[in-house]
Structure formats: structure tokens, C-alpha cells
């Protein structure tokens, strides 16, 4: 897949960052045996060269491709950085080099997610003017070792300036 291509066509990448693991502890040894080691390094799940290449990325969790428990981008974010399945710190890296780093993950939850609804003047970031939609975090994640992304507990969560959940009550 030249992903160099998704950028020049303005095409919006949508990945669910948990497929580019070893889900369900089986993925690894399944994609080596059916596409071999070269073909599987070039094109399985390849999140970080659309993000290097300059396409516009974002995340989410395809259902029914992954479990309800599985949805909180907290899980996913993870995932992006690691290439392992969350709380699976022994499992092999799928694709290694298709990791991406933090901030990036955060645009594609983010701002590059508004682009993609054509919504970026009214949420995607914390700006004067736009709906006040934002999650509390525990930790800062940048503080956080990418393996423990997963059990980062979210405090608080506004949506429009309002809050819709408070861990405090």
C-alpha cells in the first residue's frame, strides 16, 4: 500500500489502533504464517507511515471488530504507542515500527477527529469560542510509561462546558 497516496488525496485515514497488536494473543503468528514477515512489516496496520507520510489520522473503536471493554481510548491510545495489547507488557510488538507517539495519538482523537466531521471550528481543541469537550485525567499521559496508559483513571468529563461525569460524586 503506497500511504504516501492517502495524503496527496486528501483521503482521511479512520484505524482502530487495538488491531495493530497481537488481539487476542493470536494475530502475530496468524499474519506471519498467511502473509509472510516482509509483507506483514509493509503493510499490516500501517498507522505510523500514514502519520509520517502527512495523512490525516484518526481513532476510534470499530464495533463489533473489538469488545465493549475494549473502547476507551485510553486502551487504544496505548495500543498506538506500544503495539501490544494493554496489560500485556510480555506480548511481541506487532509491526514495531508503526508505532506512533503520544501527541500524535491525541491529534487523531482530537482535533484531526473534528476535521473529519468538518466540525474543527466548534470542538477538536481547547480553543476561545468552541464547545468546552474535555476529559480530566489522573495523570498527565506524557508523565505516564506507555504500558500503563490503560489504567490512567479519568476524573472528570465535560461535554459543551457541562459535566457529564465526576469520579468525585
Known amino acids: 500500500m503506497d500511504v504516501k497516496r492517502f495524503a496527496a488525496l486528501g483521503v482521511i485515514a479512520n484505524c482502530t489502533p487495538l488491531w495493530g497488536t497481537d488481539y487476542d494473543g493470536n494475530f502475530y503468528d ?16 500501517p498507522y505510523g507511515d500514514l502519520v509520517r507520510s502527512g495523512a490525516v489520522v484518526t ?36 509491526v514495531p515500527r508503526q508505532r506512533i507517539g503520544l501527541h500524535d495519538a491525541l491529534r487523531g482523537y482530537t482535533i484531526n477527529g473534528a476535521y473529519q466531521l468538518r466540525l474543527e471550528d466548534k470542538i477538536g ?5 468552541k464547545h ?6 489522573d495523570e498527565n499521559l506524557f508523565d505516564v510509561e506507555p504500558q500503563d496508559i490503560h489504567a490512567v483513571a479519568v476524573r472528570m468529563t465535560m461535554m459543551d462546558g457541562r459535566i457529564t461525569h465526576d469520579a468525585r460524586t
Do not use: C, H, N, W
Open 59 to 94: 481513532y476510534g473503536a470499530d464495533i463489533p471488530g473489538v469488545q465493549i471493554r475494549e473502547i476507551p481510548p485510553l486502551i487504544q491510545i496505548e495500543s498506538l504507542l506500544t503495539r501490544k495489547r494493554p496489560g500485556f507488557p510480555r506480548d511481541r510488538a506487532l
Open 30 to 45: 496468524m499474519y506471519t504464517q498467511k502473509l509472510g514477515p516482509a509483507r506483514m512489516d509493509e503493510r499490516l496496520y
Open 132 to 137: 468546552a469537550d474535555i476529559t480530566v485525567l
Open 125 to 129: 481543541s481547547l480553543q476561545a469560542g
